[in-house]
Each structure stands twice: as C-alpha cells, then as structure tokens.
C-alpha cells in the first residue's frame, strides 16, 4: 500500500528553520515526480516546492524562493523540505505528495499519493 509520512513540523520562531521530511512507503520515489502543497485555514491549497524525477528540475513558489530548498533521498526513499529565514506567513499544514510522473506539475490535483501532513507554526 502507498504511503507518504511527513514529519519534522513544529513551532518556529520568526527567521528561524525547520526541514520536513517525506518518507514513502509501498513504492519507490525514483519513478515519481513529487510536490510539496501547503494549506493556511480559510486559504486554498498551493504548490510550495516541486521535484521532477527524471531531470531533478525543482520548482518554487514565489513566496519562498531563496529561503526553501528541495531535495531528494532515493536510497532513503525520502525527500526534504529545508526551510529558512521563515516567516509568519509560512503557517500553514504542509503536505507532500507524489505523481508517478517524470516531470512536476504545481497542481495539488494532478497528485494521487498524498501525506497526512504536518503543522508549522511560525510565531514569536
């Protein structure tokens, strides 16, 4: 059975750093294109940091570019959120997900395997 588990969320001052974890079971993360989404109460889901698989390609949101960086684990079949110089507006409950495709897509419904989740609390 596919599983992703994210774990590392928590309660960060401003400026400070946290890196989440993604860990999947049941299947190998080589062959999958995987994205992190993120979701503050009242707001839309939004694609925070993408991985394509074949080329490594990564993307990011505009809102985290410079501070967020992505990376992948294959022998650990996890992948990484690294986050700095956070802020208030980075709250929100943090999910990967996965695509059995090469390339990303920023879409959170063009994902079929999805994490749980994990809160991050930015707060002084």
């Known amino acids: 059975q596919a599983q992703l588990v994210e774990s590392g969320g928590g309660l960060v001052q401003p400026g400070g750093s946290l890196t989440l974890s993604c860990a999947a079971s049941?299947?190998?993360?080589?062959?999958?294109?995987i994205g992190w989404f993120r979701q503050a109460p009242g707001k839309e889901r939004e694609g925070v940091s993408c991985?394509?698989?074949?080329?490594?390609?990564?993307y990011y949101s505009d809102s985290v570019k410079g501070r967020f960086t992505f990376s992948r684990d294959n022998a650990e079949n996890t992948v990484y959120l690294h986050m700095s110089s956070l802020k208030i507006e980075d709250t929100a409950v943090y999910y990967c997900?996965?695509?059995?495709?090469?390339?990303?897509?920023?879409?959170?419904?063009?994902?079929?395997?999805w994490g749980q989740g994990t809160q991050v609390t930015v707060s002084s």
């Open positions: 997900a996965a695509r059995r495709r090469s390339l990303y897509s920023t879409n959170h419904h063009d994902y079929p395997y």
């Open positions: 049941g299947f190998t993360l080589d062959y999958y294109a």
């Open positions: 991985i394509s698989s074949s080329d490594g390609s990564t």
